[in-house]
């Protein structure tokens, strides 16, 4: 059975096959987590559909079902949602913009990268 959570506003950021938690509104006290407690999250389940139009999230296989209070939130899958460049070719331009008449030099002290080969 499918549960529907609507909110005031939804994050950008927000995909379809992001995992959905909730916090106990018990377990904050002062906008702190009470994490003494071995279960202080419960997993509520997979995002399979965003309804941009009513702000709301749908998660057809819920494991939990979250309280009316209870501190909703979000976390991306790793393997899909990596920080890295993916593949064997990237291009990059850079430029420098002056704000004199005439060209002076700058010096670039160092340009770094992290690849990862995506179609191994």
């Known amino acids: 059975m499918a549960i529907k959570i609507t909110f005031d506003k939804l994050n950008s950021s927000l995909q379809v096959g992001d995992k959905v938690y909730s916090i106990a509104a018990t377990n904050i006290v002062d906008d702190n987590v ?6 202080f999250y419960n997993l509520i389940g997979i995002i399979s559909n965003i309804i941009y139009s ?6 057809d296989t819920p494991a939990n079902t979250p309280a009316s ?14 920080s890295s460049l993916k593949g064997y070719y990237a291009k990059i331009e850079l430029s420098h913009q002056s704000n004199s008449s005439t060209m002076k030099k700058v010096e670039l002290f160092s340009i770094g990268s992290e690849i990862a080969v ?3």
Do not use: G, L, P, R
């Open 34 to 39: 009470n994490t003494s407690s071995s279960n």
């Open 118 to 120: 995506s179609s191994k």
């Open 69 to 82: 209070n209870d501190y909703v939130f979000f976390a991306k899958n790793k393997s899909i949602n990596e």
């Open 54 to 59: 009513s702000n709301s999230i749908v998660i």
